[in-house]
């Protein structure tokens, strides 16, 4: 038994009350506007009390962290919604079920590490430049090359060896 827990429970059943709004937002770290937008595309799921209120479950609190984690890797809330539809219904994810979805993320958490790395050592030398002038612009960009691969600064935001 754990004295120290602040938890409301239902007495008669020991079951943690589904938790507010604001108590989910404070606990994630989430806005609670992001919240209902995550609610509205489908990525969590409440319930209406009789004043119609939000309310919770704990388990929500799982998937907003994987929400959070998720987008800081890239992905957008389409994929994640991909990926959460892979969890299993009818019961309550375990460790299991979300190390399963985040296994495949390794190559794009590299692919991302790759990108920053381009941006760090290309600091100095390309963003003080900006406009691809410098004589040294043209030898790495003959003829403007990176233009076909879209707007901005296509060296650092993606790897041009793929492109080409």
Not at 73 to 78: A, C, F, K, Q, V
Request: hydrophobic share 35%.
């Amino acid at each position: 038994m754990n004295l120290k827990s602040r938890e409301k429970c239902d007495i008669s059943l020991g079951v943690p009350e589904p938790l507010t709004i604001s108590e989910v937002s404070r606990r994630s770290g989430v806005a609670a506007s992001a919240l209902r937008f995550y609610e509205e595309k489908g990525l969590i799921k409440s319930e209406r009390a009789g004043s119609g209120h939000r309310r919770y479950q704990r388990v929500v609190l799982r998937r907003i962290a994987f929400i959070v984690f998720a987008q800081r890797i890239g992905m957008t809330l389409d994929e994640v919604a991909i990926e959460l539809a892979k969890l299993p219904q009818g019961r309550v994810p375990e460790g299991n079920d979300w190390a399963k979805l985040s296994s495949s993320w390794t190559g794009r958490i590299d692919e991302r590490i790759a990108e920053l790395q381009r941006l760090r050592a290309g600091l100095t030398g390309c963003i003080g430049c900006g406009c691809l002038s410098l004589d040294k612009c043209r030898l790495t960009n003959p003829g403007d090359r990176a233009a076909r691969l879209g707007p901005g600064p296509r060296y650092w935001v993606s790897d041009p060896r793929r492109s080409n």
